[in-house]
Nanobody, 123 residues
């Protein structure tokens, strides 16, 4: 069992940056691969990025590749999503997720989820 809490969301102008954090507690964070997802009003929750347990492998949705960077600091039990060059279409509630097994973009396979943090990008 692991509990996840996102933070770092807010309101930024297009072209700006935000860094989201996902703090984990409970079981050892390094035992879990992690994913980031986002959900805009009226839309399905969509994949953003994923990172392996040790941080050696990352995977990004095409829509954010080159702009977002996923990372983790297992010593701090925290995952991060650095978001640069933000666009209005990035506006959504962002969620972190974790699973003992690599799940990548497969949303329905992740066992653990945070509560989400709002990111709003103005034009």
């Amino acid at each position: 069992q692991v509990q996840l809490v996102e933070s770092g969301g807010g309101l930024v102008q297009a072209g700006g940056s935000l860094r989201l954090s996902c703090a984990a507690s409970g079981h050892t964070f390094s035992s879990y691969a992690m994913g980031w997802f986002r959900q805009a009003p009226g839309k399905e929750r969509e994949f953003v990025a994923a990172i392996s347990r040790g941080g050696g492998n990352t995977y990004y949705a095409d829509s954010v590749k080159g702009r977002f960077t996923v990372s983790r600091d297992n010593a701090k039990n925290t995952g991060y999503l650095q978001m640069n060059s933000l666009k209005p279409e990035d506006t959504a509630v962002y969620y972190c997720a974790a699973d003992p097994v690599w799940r990548g973009s497969r949303r329905n396979e992740y066992d653990y989820w945070g509560q989400g943090t709002q990111v709003t990008v103005s034009s």
